[in-house]
């Protein structure tokens, strides 16, 4: 049983258009969080949820809007997608940085 | 604000040698710290972690790393390197205390370690 898991894995578009992320998390942790890893493998926090709570956005473009429907779901929406948000993009959960990943979606924008 | 450096994007061993990766801190209180692994298009996962108490902390597939306040430095090490080790490796850190871990963490900017046969 994957305890996080993130759909889809790979995602291929053209500049402009909008995808979504899926993540869910069967561990039962309060706080999930998307981070973003860009070509040179530089990991960058966007987004934490405490209990369906944003508690950080670290300054990131307002096309990117992460939703939590309930504490085991934190999905990620990007609208008007540019070419620089081109990265793997990691959904994680945890506490206290003992964080568990999931494998990751690579999105490619064209 | 927190940071964190890792000397050396590369280091390259062979296989049987000392595995040595080094990683230094900014903080203005003692942190939590950690090293993270990741292969080849998988994700991230934890290998050890210092909170507090004993500065020499084990971790998975026989990695250790010494948290040595005076030097700010949290250094990975493996007496013997295998094949299976090579990948990315992440130093990581978060504030101490941080009210549930919502304040995620601070990854430096990764070592590949290599493994030459």
């Known amino acids: 049983d994957t305890a996080v898991s993130q759909t889809p894995k790979y995602l291929v578009t053209q500049m402009g258009n909008d995808k979504s992320i899926k993540c869910e998390q069967n561990l039962g942790h309060d706080t999930m969080y998307w981070y973003k890893q860009d070509s040179k493998k530089f990991l960058k926090i966007m987004f934490s949820?405490?209990?369906?709570?944003?508690?950080i956005n670290e300054t990131v473009p307002n096309r990117f809007s992460p939703k939590s429907p309930d504490k085991a779901h934190l999905n990620l929406h990007i609208n008007s997608l540019e070419l620089g948000d081109s990265a793997v993009y990691f959904c994680?959960?945890?506490?206290?940085?003992?964080?568990?990943f999931g494998e990751g979606s690579r999105l490619t924008v064209l | 604000a927190q940071s964190v450096t890792q000397l050396g994007s590369h280091v390259s061993v062979s296989e049987g040698a000392l595995v040595l990766l080094r990683c230094n801190y900014s903080s203005s209180v003692p942190p939590y710290l950690f090293w993270y692994v990741q292969y080849p298009n998988q994700g991230l996962q934890l290998l050890l972690k210092?909170?507090?108490?004993?500065?020499l902390v084990k971790g998975i597939n026989g990695f250790e790393a010494e948290f040595k306040k005076s030097e700010t430095s949290f250094h990975l090490t493996k007496p013997s390197a295998h094949m299976s080790d090579a990948a990315e490796y992440f130093c990581?850190?978060?504030?101490?205390?941080?009210?549930?871990?919502?304040?995620?963490?601070?990854f430096g900017k990764g070592t590949h370690l290599i493994i030459q046969p």
């Open positions: 949820y405490n209990n369906k709570e944003l508690i």
């Open positions: 210092y909170t507090t108490g004993a500065t």
């Open positions: 994680a959960s945890g506490l206290t940085g003992e964080l568990f």
């Open positions: 990581a850190v978060s504030p101490p205390f941080s009210g549930g871990g919502a304040d995620g963490l601070t």
